[in-house]
């Protein structure tokens, strides 16, 4: 016992030498040859997001494509994930700051503009995107968000996720409804007829807490009103179409009562389990990834899924580009460091994860929409094809560095009205002093990312 | 939540002990000696030898191999100068995310980053919510905490039962504490719906103006047990003798409690004031997990206000402008605390207990 401690700080100094040696040996050699990626010995550096709802799985993946990046290149690849979007972000900005790092990074896409802006990482030239194997190999609508305009691209999709609404079928059909609305009015209009407080039904499910639904329900109807927020280096949030959408949005609970009062404690997950209880007639702003949970509950074989409405409140049609704009455009890019040492190397593991076969592959593993082209078109699952066809009709976010504030601002909105909400109605001048505020920081915002 | 506590308890030991030398070198040069009564005794000197007074070395000071501070030192110097002064610099930065990848070559703006924290922030806002939530929170707990020191004082059959289930709240993880308070203050969650069979509408606990007290109360739940523990510490170092003297007084329990007893628990009760003040006003995780980011306005606090404009906004330069602001105003009451409590150290004679 006498020994212990010596034996263990032995250890230790072992273990760290171990390790210090292990980290030399794989930065070492790093020649980079032309034509195909001769990457034996090397190591590739990936980060990416842990998956919650399948870990196991995704640990597979890791393996299974590590196994096959190795028989490709001969490198090895080692993945380093993380829980949440800031541990990602405090990952980059040591990473920028110090210049070394992971050599992948995967990023959701409204976080591209963000990270885009650092310039830390590559923007591909038309030889980068030969190596990734072509730009035509990609849905063309998700590269909406990979850059600035279609010259510069840092971002190079790998999965989408576009939103849509899922609905009861039974329910739908109770109310004498025969197929899902496709402008906001019809949509209240059939909340409404499906809405029986008596019973606990309620004619829409959606979370007033979500962190991030509440500023996509107002992206989605501005912009379908002819707003597309940002317009140029001007930030139009004091718009008029910009409070109907707001109106509209907290109208659902407080004038037309269709939601679940309890909703504005809720988060995006209460509103699928709300949904997923047979307790409402639609369930907004979901994704393919609630699949798993609506086949195992007790709706399962009663819903579908279809596009949200793309015609603005108060509308007939949807104007400008406004029956594009279905959905964010939503999913995850990859981009690969601009500090990278073995920037061949990691354009060589991109083309293997979005090549059609590891596309079609990860979408059965965790039911992520390929972004590879061919890819989207082989889906042959029914349940799927309204999703597929929200993934062509989403629209990017404007592409600032000023995105997050101007998300954050339109988001502050709806969590400083809340408590009016609970009340049932929400003051219109603290409405409009609320879209003023957030309206000043946005543009200040704007302001800045325009001068750098 | 316990580890926080520990790093801080460390982290006092800093500005303690470098105070504790200038101290006795300002009694060295005083002409008359030693005029301050907390001075130890051992430093006053006979007045009027010569000019110079020439301070006789404690046993202690003799000798001492200063160098063997410098590994301390140096980590000290790395792990909190270091940081502090890039802190610094950092907040005389326009850095955002368009300059952090050469933030070194930022714009230098020099105050313009405290001037906007000032003037166009909610940061004094902040500091105000701040600084009372902190100050309810522990003026309540402080009866709570001696209240349960004192009731486990004396034996009972269970105390060990008791004094575990006392401390559950602090051995918890703060994330934990929160996410469980805010399953129970979901609208129509446990809380309103036990207060609904007693006919009580209690509003909103997550958002809106309550929200302030819904942290006070959460944040009293998790801190009490870390004033009763350091409370029980002070009575557990109050000798027999002093008991059965002033029972032989014939003291009965309040008065024995009032003039003997809590005179012993001043010098604990006044650290964990301080410890307990400076966690509440750095607690992110309570309001963080509580009522997540962007938090209602009324909850706002300064951790909360820091994080978004760093991670939310990406304006690292008036984030480090911020902490920088709210570091200043905490370290004024912080320092007058500490000359007027005077913690000493063991050697020193004559300190307060």
């Known amino acids: ?452 | 939540m316990s580890t926080d506590s520990f790093r801080e308890m460390k982290a006092m030991t800093g500005p303690a002990a470098e105070g504790q030398p200038a101290r006795s070198g300002t009694n060295a040069q005083a002409p008359d000696g030693g005029t301050s009564p907390s001075a130890g005794t051992g430093t006053i000197q006979p007045a009027g030898r010569g000019k110079k007074p020439v301070r006789r070395k404690g046993l202690s000071e003799r000798n001492r191999p200063l160098w063997m501070l410098i590994p301390g030192g140096l980590l000290m110097f790395v792990i909190i100068v270091l940081p502090l002064f890039l802190g610094i610099y950092m907040s005389a930065l326009n850095l955002d995310q368009y300059s952090l990848r050469k933030w070194v070559s930022a714009p230098f703006i020099g105050v313009g980053n405290f001037v906007e924290a000032l003037t166009d922030s909610p940061l004094l806002h902040s500091v105000w919510l701040s600084v009372s939530y902190s100050l309810i929170a522990m003026i309540v707990t402080l009866p709570l905490g001696i209240a349960a020191a004192v009731a486990t004082q004396n034996r009972f059959k269970g105390r060990a039962v008791i004094r575990s289930i006392f401390l559950i709240p602090y051995v918890l993880p703060s994330f934990v504490v929160a996410t469980v308070w805010r399953t129970m203050f979901q609208p129509n969650g446990v809380v309103d719906s036990a207060l609904g069979t007693f006919g009580m509408d209690a509003g909103l606990w997550l958002n809106g103006p309550q929200t302030y007290w819904t942290l006070i109360l959460v944040q009293i739940w998790a801190s009490w047990p870390f004033i009763y523990l350091l409370a029980l510490s002070g009575l557990q170092s109050v000798d027999h003798e002093v008991h059965e003297a002033s029972a032989l007084d014939g003291a009965l329990w309040w008065n024995k409690l009032r003039y003997v007893i809590f005179p012993y628990l001043k010098g604990p009760l006044a650290l964990a004031f301080l410890i307990g003040m400076l966690h509440h006003i750095n607690n992110f995780t309570l309001p963080f997990v509580l009522f997540g980011v962007p938090a209602p306005a009324d909850v706002e606090v300064l951790p909360i206000l820091t994080y978004v404009t760093s991670f939310q906004s990406f304006r690292f330069g008036l984030s480090a402008a911020m902490a920088f602001v709210s570091l200043v105003l905490i370290a004024i009451p912080l320092f007058i605390y500490l000359c007027a409590v005077k913690l000493d150290d063991a050697e020193t004679p004559g300190g307060k207990k």
């Open chain 1, 1 to 452: 016992m006498r020994f212990a401690p010596s034996a263990k700080l032995a250890a230790v100094i072992a273990t760290a030498a171990l390790a210090l040696t292990a980290c030399g040996g794989s930065s070492s050699s790093s020649e980079s040859s032309g034509g195909a990626v001769d990457g034996a010995g090397k190591k590739l550096s990936v980060l990416t997001g842990v998956n919650s709802q399948y870990p196991e799985q995704q640990k597979e993946w890791f393996k299974d494509i590590a196994a096959k990046f190795k028989a490709k290149t001969g490198a090895d690849v080692e993945f380093e994930t993380f829980a949440s979007a800031n541990d990602e972000l405090t990952r980059i900005q040591t990473s920028v700051v110090s210049g070394q790092g992971p050599d992948v990074y995967s990023l959701g896409t409204t976080f591209t503009p963000t990270a885009y802006a650092t310039k830390a990482f590559v923007t591909l030239s038309d030889d980068d995107w030969k190596k990734v194997g072509g730009k035509d190999r990609f849905n063309q609508a998700a590269l909406g968000i990979s850059g600035p305009d279609s010259e510069h691209q840092a971002g190079i999709p790998f999965v989408s996720r576009p939103f849509v609404m899922a609905y009861n079928k039974d329910i739908l059909a109770a109310a004498g409804i025969e197929k899902p609305a496709t402008t906001w009015d019809e949509l209240a209009e059939q909340a409404k007829k499906m809405t029986n407080a008596s019973t606990g039904t309620f004619g829409l499910a959606t979370g007033y807490k979500d962190n991030f639904d509440p500023w996509k329900f107002i992206w989605a109807m501005s912009v379908q009103a002819g707003n597309p927020l940002v317009d140029g280096d001007k930030l139009k949030m004091d718009d008029p179409t910009v409070k109907k959408a707001y109106e509209t949005y907290f109208g659902w609970l407080t004038k037309d009562k269709v939601v679940d009062p309890a909703a504005i404690g809720w988060s995006n997950s209460n509103a699928v389990a709300a949904f997923a209880s047979g307790k409402a007639g639609y369930l907004m702003m979901t994704t393919s990834s609630s699949v798993p949970t609506l086949d195992k509950s007790a709706i399962a074989g009663k819903y579908a899924y279809s596009i949200m409405p793309t015609t603005a409140p108060g509308e007939t049609s949807p104007k400008g580009d406004g029956d594009k704009a279905a959905s964010i455009l939503s999913g995850d890019n990859v981009v690969v460091a601009d500090y990278s040492q073995q920037k061949d190397l990691a354009f060589a593991y991109i083309e293997l994860i979005t090549s059609k076969d590891e596309q079609l592959n990860y979408q059965k593993i965790f039911g992520e929409l390929p972004a590879n082209a061919d890819a989207l078109a082989s889906l042959t699952d029914p349940k799927l094809k309204p999703i597929a066809d929200a993934a062509g009709k989403s629209k990017a976010t404007p592409f600032t560095g000023a995105w997050g504030d101007i998300q954050l601002g339109l988001l502050n909105v709806t969590v400083q009205s809340i408590p009016e909400l609970a009340k049932g109605a929400v003051d219109d001048a603290a409405l409009e002093q609320r879209l003023k505020d957030a309206q000043a920081k946005g543009q200040a915002s704007l302001d800045r990312a325009s001068k750098s």
